[in-house]
């Protein structure tokens, strides 16, 4: 296997006992993600063979009928929860991202409830245990970010703590090369809040623009899972928001195959105000982000998925519509 072009942080060493080998995987991670945004993640919570079921169930859950599926559909008044297939509601059909979705969240919210499928209890269970995992996963990471810049290691723990995170359960339909110029699977853009756990097949076809402003291919590793920086945590300073888009998969062929990911996107509480911490500010790295409410932040910008199909390559706080409440 080639080495890696991004760097590779293991997660068992991050919750080591051993308190030598913990500073050191975090110090090393603080270092990824503020010079490069973007990791691999191996040494997880969860075993290859969970992981395999849950793409099964994800096979599954695409290849049912559009009628099926019309049952569990979900749009903005739902949150996104359920099904979703850009497609079908931007202004720009001929433009929209070439893939469907199946938005899940905090089962416990009963302001955004999920509308799983009926008589499917397995994966009802096997991704309610995906989103718990990974939310425990990503408090340890923002646990291990503040410790290095040297604040209290519960820091931004109240402010994720009401668990409105947010899961997509990913297809992309097999399609051509030449579609692709007028429809991508998924246009450039940032995520929307802390952080992204994804855990793509092996198909490939992820692609990150560095720092040098290049679009690079992420090629998936089997048994390791990508971490990308998020706006919210942009916005706290902690680290840069890393930009990501889905590339063909290289094939000398006019076929692009079908592929499929789970991203499992962090997100602070709906009120929370976040703001650059004052600790990460300083003469040769000023304030980049004014404060903004997550919960605002995160609604309208799938409010824009929503109406154009596809997310904005860039986003900024004036492409909010005026009067929109956080909740």
Known sequence: MAEPMFPVIDYSRIVSNDAAIASDEKEKLFHSFQDVGFIYLKGYTFL??????MFSHI?????????????????????????????????????????????????????????????????HQDCSR??????EMHLQIL?????????????????????????????????????????????PHTDFGTLTLLFNDLIGGLGVRNKQGKWVAAPPIQGHAIVNVADLLSRWDVAPAIETRRLTDGSVTDVVPAR???????????????????????????????????????????????????LPEKWSDDMHRKGIPAA
Request: neutral net charge; contains cysteine.
């Open 260 to 310: 499929y990911a789970i991203a499992w996107f962090g997100h602070p509480n709906r009120d929370a105000v976040i703001k650059p911490l004052e600790q990460c500010i300083t003469v040769d790295y000023p304030q980049q982000c004014k404060s903004v409410v997550a919960g605002k932040h995160v609604k309208e910008r799938m409010a824009r998925l929503l109406d154009d199909g596809k």
């Open 130 to 135: 995906f989103l718990e995992e990974c939310f």
């Open 59 to 123: 096979h599954k859950l695409f290849d049912l009928s559009v009628e099926q599926k019309l049952h569990i559909e979900g749009g903005e008044k739902s949150a996104f929860r359920g099904w979703f297939a850009p497609v079908r509601t931007p202004r720009y059909p001929e433009s929209a991202d070439q893939k469907e979705a199946f938005g899940l969240g905090n089962d416990a919210d009963p302001t955004r409830p999920n509308r799983w499928p009926k008589d499917w209890p397995k994966f």
């Open 143 to 187: 646990r291990a970010l503040t410790e290095k810049i040297e604040l209290p290691r519960e820091t931004l723990i109240p402010s994720v703590q009401a668990k409105d995170s947010y899961t997509a359960l990913l297809y992309y339909p097999e399609t051509t090369v030449e579609s692709l110029e007028q429809r991508v699977r998924s246009a």
């Open 48 to 53: 290859d063979v969970f992981m395999k079921t």
